[in-house]
């Protein structure tokens, strides 16, 4: 079931990349199913919390009427910033799977691990490396493209 959530937020990214925005996506899943789906919209919404994790949690708490997602799971092509893994923490999403791992501001352990058992009032299972490559070569491919854009 994982890679089957990490292709649908894999799709996500693809929205966001075909919006000339950084090619991240998420989804939350209740039950098996999508309840929220999200990615990068900072470009076009002049905003800088527009991350796909955030979109996605919002749709998603309005589908369940509440901002509690205590038995939700988010799945997120890239390892989470500080800004969405608080909103993570915050809405109580049990479980996370991320893609590719983020060495610049990743908050699940590649520079900073704010899931860290015991550090705040609710504890995230973390999980990441689900579809790793493919997660990274999109982001690879859409800063390539951006940096020979750049140079014309």
């Known amino acids: 079931m994982e890679e089957f959530f990490m292709k649908e937020a894999l799709k996500e990214a693809q929205k966001a990349y ?5 090619p991240i ?3 939350v899943v209740y ?9 990068n919209l900072r470009e076009k919404k002049k905003s800088a919390l527009m991350h796909a994790e955030i979109v996605a949690i919002s749709k998603a708490c309005k589908k369940l009427k509440s901002w509690r997602l205590e038995d939700c799971e988010l799945y997120v092509t890239l390892e989470p910033c500080p800004m969405c893994a608080g909103a993570i923490i915050q809405s109580r999403i049990k479980k996370v799977f991320f893609g590719a791992f983020d060495a610049k501001a990743g908050c699940a352990g590649s520079t900073f691990d704010l899931f860290e058992k015991g550090k705040f009032n609710h504890d995230v299972e973390v999980t990441g490396g689900v579809l790793q490559e493919d997660c990274a070569a999109l982001l690879k491919t859409f800063f390539k493209e951006l940096r020979k854009f750049d140079k014309s």
């Open 18 to 22: 075909c919006r000339k925005e950084v």
């Open 25 to 27: 996506g998420a989804v």
């Open 31 to 39: 039950k098996n199913k999508i309840i929220g789906r999200g990615y």
